[in-house]
């Protein structure tokens, strides 16, 4: 049965029927090419084999109920573990009640839609935005409304602009969506004095914030900034983090935390029983004694590739291309001169095995032509190197004639 | 920051307000009662021990893959050993790209729902019916169509009728839930007959069947019967299945088979980046040598689990109440007599240590009052024979005058 030929056609829903043709979705990382492609995290600096030991010493402790169907909130050992990482690290001080496990961040987002938004709904979000943000919020098919961003965060005039304009249409945006630090795709960190200013617009308009926070722990330069969830007094802020980046991708582990209603909802409204207990009891078994010291040693390896990224930008680009200088976090984000397009640069550069990310697929309409977006998490220096000049030498022979 | 207090409640989503009030969703396990309630499998035949053998080969081998992330589809190791397994166990025999590695059978379903269910829209399911199933369909806020079941399976009288009257109606249904074999929560197993009739009804007015299939290998006697999706020649049947019951539910791996464009369209409504590469790669270590021989042990403990059940209930009840004679799987279907109700009894039983799911909750509208589902997957022979001893002790109280 080769179960290709199929007259399921006439049955899809509305949602599958605007899916588009082509390959399945998926994330090819061949490490033969130059990948700038994909916010993959370093493949060699993964602890697998204190990984392996975890689950070895999960299995003996507590085998049993790791194999078992969890709790909807998750497995309270690792809700535990988490705390007392984000009391440490991030200033977080919440309770139990306010954490719900999920399959990543991707799904804390997904739920977070699912408990706030109906069809044709509005998110505010900065942009250019997390592409799988977007994508989920077209799946559940809000109005998504962009506020640009400078070098400082969302520009706070655009945003009390468009609150104010949808309060005088009647429109009650669900939430603002931001990733204030280290922001994917651009590796800008949204300053103070804006954050305080989203929170008092935020309360002034009674909208949720969506703050999404996966890459806080990689600093590599600067001082730590409050978190929005530590600066807001008005239960409006909703927080989603990930163990993707500082752990493993594969363990599809993250979180959301938020105000317990909204805990209570996702929690009813997550459908799979129980985000992965086994996946859980092994990270709970590792991060007592690892994971302090292993996101020390990923500060080192990807704050090394920020500044080889940098370095290499500074002495191969042309001068007529900008970049952002990020301070933490995968990304740098190039600005490419009027009437140049990434989107038409892509393939030529992908030929010579470099690959990256047009700025195109971070806005939700096509903007962002003069934009790349450049990821330093997923290769060594050497190549990081090797691959920004040969980009610079292409992006040279796009140049506009002055 | 408590979050207990918050200013979300004006903003949440008509799914979120239909979410009732009360505690947080899971399964609370405990040891101390006897648990008849949740379909849970046996916490003392978990292979914990070669688990944590196989993360360790699975670190060794692959780690930094198994820590990153992975395709939409799923880890094609996985996939692989899981099309060894259905082709030398279920006859299943089918190729890589009809396959999509799942949280759990639930999120399977889910994403079926996805695919086909836009709301409003019509499912035909088995009544009564998997729980979890009927909390999706609700989720996607489908009208389910209950068809009754007798101990062969759903009435086909009653379903050839019910989609007649739909066509009549110019109402498409979107599919055919049903478990055929060793159903949650009756035990009863769909004969051949009655299978083959299903898929002539499926084509007759294509409609899809999704099959669930969680039990199929947990088989004590009789003889295996074919599973519908190898009898279906048009394409229309959508096959979920799960390791919760075979390796554990703590993994939360499951999948679904069908079509290539289904496929397709569940690998981009996915909303995940790849179910759990992790777990992935530590089962497709753990099958290759392992699953089959381990699959052989559980038929032994939960035939005895079946036997105790089936035994204690013929010495303990009131011949007033009938039960299935299930010859797979985990659960045994009570009749009541005419007048009693257990959604009442519930709390009494409950109250003398005896946990149990009234047949309520496997209907769609609060029918199944007269029934109870027992699980004996949970619980050993001799706390099986306590609580049945327990159990018609209060039921035989409630036992109308004659």
Same mark, same amino acid.
């Given at each position: 049965?080769?179960?290709?030929? !199929?007259?399921?056609?006439?049955?899809?829903?509305?949602?599958?029927?605007?899916?588009?043709?082509?390959?399945?979705?998926?994330?090819?990382?061949?490490?033969?090419?130059?990948?700038?492609?994909?916010?993959?995290?370093?493949?060699?600096s993964m602890p697998?084999?204190a990984m392996?030991?975890a689950?070895?010493?999960?299995?003996?402790?507590?085998?049993?109920?790791?194999?078992?169907?969890?709790?909807?909130?998750?497995?309270?050992?690792l809700?535990e573990q988490l705390l007392i990482k984000l009391k440490r690290d991030n200033g977080v001080?919440?309770?139990?009640?306010?954490?719900?496990?999920?399959?990543?961040?991707?799904?804390?987002?997904?739920?977070?839609?699912?408990?706030?938004?109906?069809?044709?709904? !509005?998110?505010?979000?900065?942009?250019?935005?997390?592409?799988?943000?977007?994508?989920?919020?077209?799946?559940?098919?809000?109005?998504? &409304?962009?506020?640009?961003?400078?070098?400082?965060?969302?520009?706070?005039? &655009?945003?009390?602009?468009?609150?104010?304009?949808?309060?005088?249409?009647?429109?009650?945006?669900?939430?603002?969506?931001?990733?204030?630090?280290?922001?994917?795709?651009?590796?800008? !960190?949204?300053? /103070?004095?804006?954050?305080?200013?989203?929170?008092?617009?935020?309360?002034?308009?009674?909208?949720?914030? /969506?703050?999404?926070?996966?890459y806080f722990d990689l600093r590599?330069? =600067?001082?730590r900034?409050?978190?929005?969830?530590?600066?807001?007094?008005?239960?409006?802020?909703?927080?989603?983090g990930?163990f993707?980046k500082i752990i493993g991708?594969?363990?599809?582990?993250?979180?959301?935390?938020?105000?317990?209603?909204?805990?209570?909802?996702?929690?009813?409204?997550?459908?799979?029983?129980?985000?992965?207990?086994?996946?859980?009891?092994?990270v709970a078994e590792y991060a007592p004694s690892q994971l302090e010291e292993h996101v020390k040693e990923l500060v080192n390896v990807y704050r090394?590739?920020?500044?080889?990224? /940098?370095?290499?930008?500074?002495?191969?680009?042309?001068?007529?291309?900008?970049? !952002?200088?990020?301070?933490g =976090?995968?990304?740098?984000?190039?600005?490419?001169?009027?009437?140049?397009?990434?989107?038409?640069?892509?393939?030529?550069?992908?030929?010579?095995?470099?690959?990256?990310?047009?700025?195109?697929?971070?806005?939700?309409?096509?903007?962002?032509?003069?934009?790349?977006?450049?990821?330093?998490?997923?290769?060594?220096?050497?190549?990081?190197?090797?691959?920004?000049?040969?980009?610079?030498?292409?992006?040279?022979?796009?140049?506009?004639?002055?």
């Amino acid at each position: 049965m080769a179960q290709t030929q !199929t007259r399921l056609d006439g049955l899809f829903s509305s949602a599958a029927k605007r899916v588009a043709p082509g390959a399945p979705g998926g994330r090819g990382l061949s490490p033969d090419r130059v990948n700038f492609a994909g916010g993959a995290p370093d493949p060699k600096s993964m602890p697998t084999k204190a990984m392996g030991a975890a689950a070895v010493r999960a299995m003996e402790k507590n085998g049993q109920w790791a194999l078992q169907y969890g709790a909807a909130a998750g497995y309270d050992g690792l809700v535990e573990q988490l705390l007392i990482k984000l009391k440490r690290d991030n200033g977080v001080d919440v309770r139990p009640e306010n954490v719900l496990i999920t399959a990543g961040a991707s799904q804390a987002i997904d739920l977070v839609c699912d408990a706030l938004v109906d069809p044709g709904d !509005t998110i505010i979000s900065e942009e250019p935005a997390f592409l799988g943000a977007l994508r989920l919020f077209n799946a559940h098919q809000a109005k998504i &409304v962009g506020i640009p961003m400078d070098d400082r965060g969302m520009k706070m005039d &655009v945003l009390a602009q468009t609150l104010a304009d949808c309060k005088a249409r009647g429109v009650q945006p669900k939430f603002i969506y931001t990733i204030p630090t280290f922001q994917n795709p651009t590796g800008v !960190t949204t300053t /103070l004095d804006r954050r305080l200013r989203i929170l008092e617009l935020a309360k002034e308009y009674n909208v949720a914030v /969506l703050e999404d926070d996966a890459y806080f722990d990689l600093r590599f330069s =600067g001082e730590r900034l409050p978190m929005l969830i530590t600066l807001d007094d008005a239960g409006l802020v909703i927080y989603t983090g990930t163990f993707s980046k500082i752990i493993g991708a594969g363990l599809r582990l993250g979180w959301v935390i938020g105000p317990v209603p909204l805990i209570h909802k996702v929690s009813k409204l997550k459908p799979d029983g129980g985000t992965s207990p086994f996946a859980s009891h092994i990270v709970a078994e590792y991060a007592p004694s690892q994971l302090e010291e292993h996101v020390k040693e990923l500060v080192n390896v990807y704050r090394n590739r920020r500044d080889a990224m /940098l370095g290499a930008l500074k002495a191969e680009m042309p001068e007529e291309i900008t970049w !952002t200088e990020p301070e933490g =976090g995968f990304f740098v984000w190039l600005t490419l001169p009027e009437g140049m397009d990434s989107v038409a640069i892509q393939p030529e550069a992908a030929a010579h095995g470099v690959d990256f990310m047009p700025g195109t697929v971070f806005y939700p309409n096509q903007e962002g032509r003069r934009n790349i977006r450049l990821a330093y998490s997923f290769t060594d220096e050497e190549t990081i190197r090797r691959g920004v000049k040969i980009l610079a030498g292409i992006l040279r022979e796009y140049l506009p004639a002055t």
